[in-house]
């Protein structure tokens, strides 16, 4: 089973609003991440979760506010956003740090669309 | 990030074979990975090359040239459903990934 699940899949929200994306992963992956990817656009790194700690924050503004509740769940607060934050965020989780073992499995993604 | 390099668009036939380059900064380099994306869905693992050869997995291939900070995917047997852009992604250290803008591959009949 390599299945990382993302919900929701489509996202519409105001710029006061509050909202969270969720992502998990049961394959006993111990990395998570958080990418961004505009329209035709390669992924951008945001975030990296290594063993349940924060290890790499691409200088992300601080609307959006990451979570790691355990080793399986990932979350992604979002609190007052742009819309230029619109976009497609895909959460991905691999099983180690060495390279070999660090094939990153994605979810199908959040589509994200702010008012 | 990482001037990671892909070409924009590649058009083959059905049946063909297409290689796909890529090119990154070596510094930091710690494995490179190929990934199929269709439109409005995620990326899928294709192949990896932590070390300098060729990788082959099936229709797939993955080459890697590390000194020449250098990598290509071969896609043998063309099929339509090839259609999609392949995306080189490099990890450096610490866990940092970063993909080329993708390159996107038309199969015509």
């Known amino acids: 089973d390599t299945e990382v699940t993302q919900t929701p899949k489509h996202l519409v929200m105001g710029m006061t609003n509050k909202k969270s994306l969720k992502c998990e992963q049961h394959?006993?992956?111990?990395?998570m991440y958080w990418y961004k990817q505009k329209a035709k656009k390669p992924p951008e790194l945001m975030f990296v979760?290594?063993?349940?700690?924060?290890?790499i924050n691409e200088s992300v503004p601080s609307r959006f506010s990451p979570e790691c509740p355990n080793s399986s769940l990932l979350n992604l607060h979002l609190h007052a956003l742009q819309p230029e934050d619109s976009a497609l965020y895909l959460c991905?989780?691999?099983?180690?740090?060495?390279?070999?073992?660090?094939?990153?499995?994605f979810g199908a993604g959040t589509r994200l669309s702010v008012l | 990030g990482q001037n990671i390099d892909q070409p924009t668009e590649m058009t083959a036939t059905e049946g063909a074979i297409v290689q796909i380059n890529c090119t990154y900064q070596?510094?930091?380099?710690?494995?490179l990975f190929w990934y199929q994306q269709h439109a409005g869905e995620a990326p899928t693992f294709l192949s990896y090359?932590?070390?300098?050869g060729l990788e082959e997995k099936g229709r797939f291939s993955s080459f890697l040239s590390r000194s020449k900070g250098y990598s290509y995917l071969l896609l043998k047997e063309l099929q339509m459903k090839d259609s999609a852009s392949y995306l080189c992604?490099?990890?450096?250290?610490?866990?940092?990934?970063?993909f080329g803008s993708g390159t996107k591959l038309n199969v015509k009949p």
């Open positions: 979760y290594s063993y349940e700690k924060l290890s």
């Open positions: 394959m006993g992956h111990r990395a």
């Open positions: 991905a989780s691999s099983q180690d740090r060495e390279p070999a073992k660090n094939i990153q499995y």
């Open positions: 090359n932590v070390l300098d």
């Open positions: 992604a490099v990890k450096y250290n610490f866990n940092k990934f970063y």
């Open positions: 070596t510094s930091g380099f710690n494995g």
